[in-house]
């Protein structure tokens, strides 16, 4: 159980290009998504927490216009990176909570952008 | 302000036991997970402890004190597969994780 799906698992594209990530929890409905962004040997940064029909929040730092994030049903949250420039680069990864007594965050396996 | 402190970097031999300690600051505390993540991976669970005690989990077990703001992993019988890195990641009074670098651990035959 609490098995959480990203896709796409890579992305390569041109500076200047929008990209959508989609993350599912598969066998459990997650009220509360996370996205981390995650750059080579240092810790997860949360970017925002998204709720299921509401606006997501984000932390400090981090543009919402260009990080969009939608939480439309309970098993699926996306994030759109718009106009991708290659500082963009990293591996996106979403959490989902699993709700219950204790509430553990799952991950997707995870996204690597590239932006050219 | 919020930390966590945890050594960067440890060796082990396979078949040994290694205890990855982690000490922690968190504004209100709703106990505290343990991850591991291979290189190029996201985290999977590997436990939670709320209450002060042992956790036994198969080969891994975990730790905690609140009082003291400390927790430890301990991996016996090490395999080469575990080598990846640990975090500890403390819950604060927002329910929200807290992140560190993680511990990596690397594992010699």
């Known amino acids: 159980g609490a098995v959480v799906s990203q896709h796409p698992s890579w992305v390569i594209c041109k500076s200047g290009t929008s990209v959508k990530i989609e993350c599912r929890s598969l066998?459990?409905?997650?009220?509360?998504m996370f996205w981390y962004r995650q750059f080579p040997k240092q810790s997860l940064m949360l970017m925002a927490t998204?709720?299921?029909?509401?606006?997501?929040?984000?932390e400090q730092g981090v543009e919402k216009d260009k990080f969009l994030i939608n939480h439309a049903s309970l098993t699926l949250s996306t994030l759109t990176v718009t106009s991708a420039h290659p500082e963009d680069s990293s591996f996106y990864i979403c959490?989902?909570?699993?709700?219950?007594?204790?509430?553990?965050?799952?991950f997707g396996p995870g996204t690597r952008l590239l932006v050219l | 302000g919020q930390n966590i402190d945890q050594p960067t970097e440890m060796t082990a031999t396979e078949g040994a036991i290694v205890q990855i300690n982690c000490t922690y600051q968190?504004?209100?505390?709703?106990?505290l997970f343990w991850y591991q993540q291979h290189a190029g991976e996201a985290p999977t669970f590997l436990s939670y402890?709320?209450l002060d005690g042992l956790e036994e989990k198969g080969r891994f077990s975990s730790f905690l004190s609140r009082s003291k703001g400390y927790s430890y992993l301990l991996l016996k019988e090490l395999q080469m597969k575990d080598s990846a890195s640990y975090l500890c990641?403390?819950?604060?009074?927002?329910?929200?994780?807290?992140w560190g670098a993680g511990t990596k651990l690397i594992i010699k035959p």
């Open positions: 990641a403390p819950m604060d009074s927002n329910y929200q994780l807290i």
């Open positions: 998204s709720n299921e029909g509401s606006k997501a929040t984000y």
């Open positions: 066998d459990f409905q997650a009220t509360t």
């Open positions: 959490s989902a909570n699993s709700g219950g007594e204790v509430e553990t965050q799952y």
């Open positions: 968190t504004s209100g505390f709703n106990g």
């Open positions: 402890n709320v």
